[in-house]
């Protein structure tokens, strides 16, 4: 039989990197790995939660209330985390399901999310997504417009955990991850979802604090 990478290996392995560059760059804060498990089966998850993991990731409502109410019965920890773009007549489902949003990116979603965290007595951490290199077909929120999304999420009673961005394909990260962790900053927030398979451990050298692992956990997807 051909060698194939367990699950708890690659795991293991992505952890030993991570720490690695935390320790490179001279971080002891906790650096929050998520699991990424959008288009997985059921029994390609398992493993990892066998292997003790606990936070994922998915982009879509109805694929995770597929997959994730049986899986939650059995390991009864988890933590599932919205990274997909957020459509405001699904906020319900969303504030149900998830443990943590990071695609808040418009006004229209704040309402949306605010008056359904109320409504369930459930106040999830969200991140502002940015639309960090300004590319017309991406998801985000501009630069420019941090400051209000944040006001007005905040005055909604909604927490907002930090920022959050997937940077241009193609190009180096680097600029942009330096970019959203100033941002950050300015606007006084401590969260950074940013990094994924091929460049989670430039994003915690830039300041990730979390980072959304895909690929390098569960293969590449068709
Ligand atoms: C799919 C996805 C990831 C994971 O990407 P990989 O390259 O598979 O690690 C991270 N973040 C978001 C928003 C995604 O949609």
Same mark, same amino acid.
């Given at each position: ?20 560059? +935390?320790?490179? &760059? ?13 288009? !997985?089966?059921?029994?390609?998850? !398992?493993?990892?939660?066998? #292997?003790?993991? !606990?936070?994922?990731? /998915?982009?879509?409502? *109805? ?12 390991? !009864?920890?988890?933590? =599932?985390?919205?990274?997909? *773009? ?13 443990? @943590? ?10 309402? @949306?999310? +605010?008056?359904?965290?109320?409504? *369930? ?9 940015? %639309?960090?290199?300004?590319?017309? *077909? ?6 420019? %417009?941090? &400051? ?14 930090? =920022? ?13 991850? #330096? =970019? =959203?962790?100033?941002? @950050? ?15 989670? /451990? ?5 300041? &990730? ?14």
């Amino acid at each position: 039989m051909p060698h194939i990478d367990q699950p708890s290996e690659l795991l293991r392995n992505i952890k030993l990197k991570m720490d690695k560059a +935390a320790s490179l &760059a001279r971080r002891d804060d906790d650096i929050h790995l998520i699991a990424i498990s959008k288009t !997985r089966e059921v029994e390609e998850i !398992r493993p990892l939660l066998q #292997a003790g993991h !606990r936070i994922f990731g /998915e982009n879509r409502v *109805q694929e995770a209330e597929s997959k994730w109410p049986d899986l939650r019965t059995e390991f !009864r920890d988890v933590k =599932l985390h919205m990274v997909g *773009q957020l459509q405001s007549n699904k906020a319900a489902q969303a504030v149900r399901l998830f443990d @943590a949003i990071h695609s808040l990116d418009r006004v229209s979603l704040v309402k @949306a999310l +605010a008056k359904e965290m109320k409504q *369930q007595g459930r106040y999830i951490p969200c991140f502002l997504q940015v %639309n960090i290199g300004e590319e017309s *077909q991406k998801g985000g929120c501009e630069i420019g %417009n941090i &400051a209000d999304l944040l006001e007005k999420s905040k005055a909604s009673g909604i927490p907002v955990a930090g =920022l959050m961005c997937v940077p241009p394909t193609g190009v180096s990260p680097t600029p942009y991850f #330096a =970019l =959203l962790s100033q941002l @950050a900053k300015t606007h006084g927030l401590r969260g950074l979802s940013m990094g994924m398979s091929g460049d989670f /451990e430039t994003a915690i050298k830039l300041g &990730a604090t979390h980072v959304r692992v895909g690929t390098a956990l569960f293969g590449a997807r068709d």
